[in-house]
């Protein structure tokens, strides 16, 4: 019997895939596309991350794509619908980080997100923080605010 992996959509403006530099079969890459996007547990993903990095350091893409990996694993954990950013609209416009819970959050839950980024702001629809307020390291305190929850 196969187990069916809840999807979350994760849709962060970043560069995330493996490049063809680092694979240069296409196949392969798709079978790594597909075999990385089986797994549920983070420990097998961080293995897998790590027998890869053996051949030497990562390119950034594919750091990228680990990290979306991880954050749907702990997205799938605390049942998040998903991890989107948006834009404002004018000359200052923003980027913004919105989570969106398929349930509300405990009051305890929501407090260990502002320990490591203390400008979240949370409705029962999605919790949400502009992307500057999480600072040059955004993706880092993003990942560690949904680990958080677990």
């Given at each position: 019997m196969v187990a069916i992996i809840p999807d979350i959509n994760v849709d962060l403006p970043l560069e995330?895939?493996?490049p063809a530099f680092?694979?240069?079969s296409k196949e392969k890459r798709i079978e790594l596309y597909h075999e990385w996007a089986l797994i549920d547990d983070l420990e097998e993903l961080n293995n897998a991350q790590a027998e890869l990095a053996k051949a030497?350091?990562?390119?950034k893409a594919l750091e990228n794509l680990f990290t979306i990996l991880r954050l749907k694993i702990f997205g799938r954990k605390i049942l998040l619908k998903?991890?989107?950013?948006?834009s404002g609209f004018?000359?200052?416009a923003e980027q913004t980080v919105v989570i969106t819970p398929s349930?509300?959050?405990?009051?305890?839950?929501?407090?260990?997100?502002?320990?490591?980024?203390p400008l979240w702001e949370y409705s029962t629809?999605?919790?949400?923080?502009?992307?500057?307020?999480?600072?040059?390291?955004?993706?880092?305190?993003l990942e560690a605010s949904i680990k958080n929850l677990i």
């Open positions: 995330a895939r493996i680092f694979e240069p030497g350091a990562l390119p998903g991890i989107d950013t948006i004018g000359p200052a349930a509300p959050l405990s009051p305890k839950q929501f407090a260990k997100m502002l320990d490591i980024a629809e999605e919790i949400k923080i502009k992307r500057s307020d999480l600072g040059s390291d955004w993706l880092k305190k």
